[in-house]
């Protein structure tokens, strides 16, 4: 006769991130623009309240492990720009907002651009993802989330206790790459903690399951065998970020074989998208990693202002089920999700399924 030990599921949560609110910042009364820009500030307390309310453990902040784990994933001329990007506009442009005018489209010869402008067409591939003076700061500890995530990931692995551990980052990171961030992203949350718990010695499986492709991580390891990539997200024929993840981009180099996209049409339901998790289950077991690392979108949930597929809140729980059967330890590093009347419930089904699987039946011995 066993009982279920009810293992807390630890959060890191970096309470600043609300400075970087670019709705609210920039052109507040534009009703068009703010429709238009989803990834508002205020998601990250409706997921700090709703972990809260759910009683999931306990919520923590961030360790600082410094600017070394980023500098190892992205160019250093990015994040320069990324840090000075705000004071540089303001200085040249005399305006409060770094948005790019122009795209250098790519293939372009490198230089050294000494204009604001000239290095965000440089490094950033669409307007979406504006610097104001707290961006740097949140993007930040946006990171800091992620990495403390996976390092007490490790440390309960030492332990012999095979939890999960929630980071509440925002803003998100999956669409941000080694030297050109978008799509609401700056710096890469997932795939910096990756590549940490590589240095580690670990062996690591991404899951990226945004509605939207993880492009960015994608880049990041696509000549890499020691991380496998695995995305399930909407057909990038109809979707952002359009230009990635097709079925068969598969990697390259000593990385061929190691990413798997599973791109669905639009519309997709519960049931389907189950199943193609199964078959994403199937490659992260057959590449028998260490550790475990979800991007998780709930923009996937129905009625997203930014999606169209139909999963409901039962669905997140299965998701997060059948990833805790996987029984790996798994760090969840939240990614997109912008409906804001079901984002925390979709959130915490998902972290409640987790728990639930990966919960060790504990056999009283006498
Ligand atoms: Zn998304």
Redesign the pocket.
Known sequence: MGYWHNNPMHTFFYPGHIEHDPAKIHRPDDAQWNRYYAEVAVRGQILHDAIQAANLGPITHPGDFGLSPIQDVHAHEMINLLQNAYEQMKLEMGREVAIPETFSLRPRSRRHHYSVFGQLGFYCFDTSSPIFAPTWNAAYWSVQTAVSATALLLANQAANMQTAVYALCRPPGHHAAADQFGGFCYLNNVAIAANWLVQQGQRVAILDV???HGNGTQEIFYGRSDVLFVSIHADPRYEYPYYWGFADEYGYGSGYGFNHNLPLPPGTQGPAYLSALIKALTHIRAFVPDTLLISL?V?TGQGDP?GTFLLETPDFFEMGRQIGSLGLPTAVIQ??GYRLDTLGQHVTAFLTGLQTASTPEISPRT
Request: no cysteine; hydrophobic share 0%.
């Open positions: 945004d509605y939207h979108g923009d930014t990614e997109g």
